[in-house]
Structures are given as structure tokens and as C-alpha cells.
């Protein structure tokens, strides 16, 4: 009898490790995660736009944003409004005037657009910068959703 435990053992190592090469190939988001269509932004122009133009910043490529945890956790949920910076090289800079009820929502706002690819705005041909306003909802939906009774903002902490 022949025992062949030991190619099994070398063929399982190497599909292991032909699928760990796939996987490590693959880009990730800003947070840690593989692209799909779920987390990825719909392509289109930018609407709610400040400066000199005609032709709006248009998004070509950007991550959504993700839930922050310990706010699903304990069930907050809110609006958060985000301004940023498009400069005339399609760069996406988060700025420091932001609303929302928790630092949390809008620090993972700014964290999803570290990889916003983004033509920039034109006037008469000619790229100009632009600041942005972007609202983002957070709401907790589906069979899951954790219930609570006040539904009150997260306290915030400095």
C-alpha cells in the first residue's frame, strides 16, 4: 500500500498558498476591505459645489463610507454634511469645517475619500478649484438594527 498523505498535504499547502496570492493582489479600500459594487460610489458630477465654473468636479472612482462600529453598536444614528477641497489636479482634501452629531461618522467620511479619484472642475477649459459640501445619512436599517428608546446623538468627546 502506498501512502500518500504527504503530496496531499503539499498539494493542499500549495492551493493555500495560490489563493493567499490572489487575495493579496487584490487592492483595498481605505478600510481594509476589497472593492465590490456595494462599496463603491456610482460615477457622476459633484453637485453642491462653491467656486468658478462651468463644468462641475466630476467623480470617476471612491469609496463609500463605512458605518463606524461603536456608533452601530449603540444604535446612533444622524446626518453628517462634509466639506472638502477639489484643487485643479482632481485632488480630494477633507476639510476641517464638518457638522454632524459624532466626530466618528465624519472622521470615516474623510477616510473614504483618501482614494476619491475625481476630475477636476472647469472654467472655460481650464481646471480651478472648488470646495464641496457632501451630506451623508446614517441610518440603521433592516431586521438587525439595534432598537433604542431616545434615539439621542452620541455625546461627543474631545
Known amino acids: 500500500m502506498i501512502d ?3 503530496s496531499a498535504a503539499r498539494a493542499a499547502a500549495l492551493l ?3 489563493l493567499l496570492a490572489a487575495c ?4 483595498l479600500n481605505p478600510f481594509g476591505r476589497a472593492y465590490d459594487e456595494e462599496n463603491v460610489l456610482q460615477p457622476g458630477p ?3 459645489c462653491k467656486g468658478n465654473y462651468d463644468v462641475p468636479p466630476y467623480l470617476e472612482f471612491g469609496s463609500k463610507t463605512m458605518y463606524p462600529a461603536t456608533q452601530h453598536m449603540n444604535a446612533y444614528s444622524g446626518d453628517v454634511v462634509v466639506e ?3 484643487d485643479a489636479q482632481g485632488r480630494v482634501t477633507p476639510l476641517t469645517a ?3 452629531p459624532a466626530r466618528a461618522f465624519i472622521n470615516h467620511n474623510n477616510l473614504a475619500m483618501k482614494d ?3 476630475r477636476p472642475a472647469t472654467w472655460w477649459s481650464t481646471p480651478v478649484e472648488v470646495v464641496c459640501r457632501l451630506q451623508q445619512s446614517y441610518r440603521i436599517i433592516g431586521p438587525y438594527a439595534p432598537v433604542r428608546e431616545d434615539n439621542a446623538p452620541p455625546p461627543e468627546r474631545r
Do not use: D
Not at 24 to 27: E, L, R
Open 46 to 48: 459633484l453637485a453642491g
Open 16 to 18: 493555500l498558498s495560490a
Open 84 to 86: 472638502f477641497r477639489v
Open 4 to 6: 500518500r498523505s504527504g
Open 116 to 118: 476619491w479619484r475625481v
Open 24 to 27: 493579496a493582489t487584490q487592492p
Open 98 to 100: 464638518a457638522e454632524g
